[in-house]
C-alpha cells in the first residue's frame, strides 16, 4: 500500500499544475499578431541575419511595422521578395490580402 501513494501524489500534482498552467495560457496568455507568421512564411527562414536582424522573426515582425522592405533580406528570392513586397503593400493600404 506505501509504494502507490508517491506515484498517486505525483500523479495528481501533475495533473493539477496540468491544469493550471493550461487555465493560466487561456486566460492570460497573450496572442501574437497572425500576420507575423504569414511574413516569415515568406521569408527563406535562414535565420543568418543577413538583414540585420536576430533572424527571420525578427525580420518580419520590422517588415509588418514597415520600418524595412523585403530588400534587406540578402538571400531571398526576386519572385518571393515580390510576392512579399506586394503582400505588405496591401497591407499597408488596408486592401484584403492576396498571397
Ligand atoms: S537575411 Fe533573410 S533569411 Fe537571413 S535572417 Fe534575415 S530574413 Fe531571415
Known amino acids: 500500500m506505501d509504494i502507490i501513494i508517491p506515484p498517486l501524489v505525483l500523479g495528481s500534482l501533475g495533473m493539477i499544475l496540468g491544469v493550471l498552467i493550461f487555465l493560466v495560457g487561456k486566460y492570460f496568455g497573450v496572442e501574437e499578431d497572425h500576420r507575423i507568421d504569414d511574413i516569415e512564411k515568406m521569408l527563406p527562414k535562414y ?9 527571420c522573426r525578427d525580420m518580419a515582425k520590422a517588415l509588418l511595422t514597415g520600418s524595412c522592405r523585403a530588400e534587406s533580406c540578402k538571400p531571398i ?12 503593400d496591401e497591407l499597408l493600404q488596408g486592401i484584403p490580402v492576396t498571397k
Open 47 to 55: 535565420n543568418c541575419g543577413a538583414c540585420g536582424f536576430a533572424g
Open 77 to 88: 528570392k526576386k519572385e518571393d521578395q515580390e510576392n512579399l513586397n506586394r503582400y505588405l
